[in-house]
């Protein structure tokens, strides 16, 4: 379900935001330095890609458990480079669609 998909990873894009941070502000500088700071915590292994198998283990660390499939599809969504994977770009506009999609929610 895509709208349960969205749900579990607005909790765990919000989770990753609060860790060291307050609050997210509307300034650019400090929204980027979130962005990559929560790039990093899922890019554990430093490649500078975000591969489904990293937010499959992100979401798992959560409790929170994807099909593959769900989450490949979501990846090749936002892949601007055909890799199967998040670059930080990527990654940043993943993150933009969901925080719009959760301020239309409230």
């Known amino acids: 379900n895509h709208a349960l998909l969205r749900s579990e990873f607005s909790e765990f894009f919000h989770w990753i935001a609060m860790q060291d941070r307050t609050q997210v502000s509307n300034d650019r500088a400090q929204n980027a330095e979130v962005t990559e700071y929560m790039f990093s915590l ?6 500078g890609r975000v591969t ?6 992100a979401l798992a ?7 593959y499939e769900d989450l490949l599809r979501m990846v090749v969504n936002y892949d601007s480079t055909g890799t199967g994977s998040l670059n930080l770009t990527d990654f940043a506009r993943l993150l933009r669609e969901f925080n719009k999609f959760n301020k239309w929610l409230m």
Request: proline fraction near 0%; aromatic fraction near 6%.
């Open 42 to 47: 899922v890019d554990k292994e430093g490649t």
């Open 52 to 57: 489904v198998d990293a937010l499959r283990r």
């Open 61 to 67: 660390c959560m409790g929170t458990f994807v099909r």
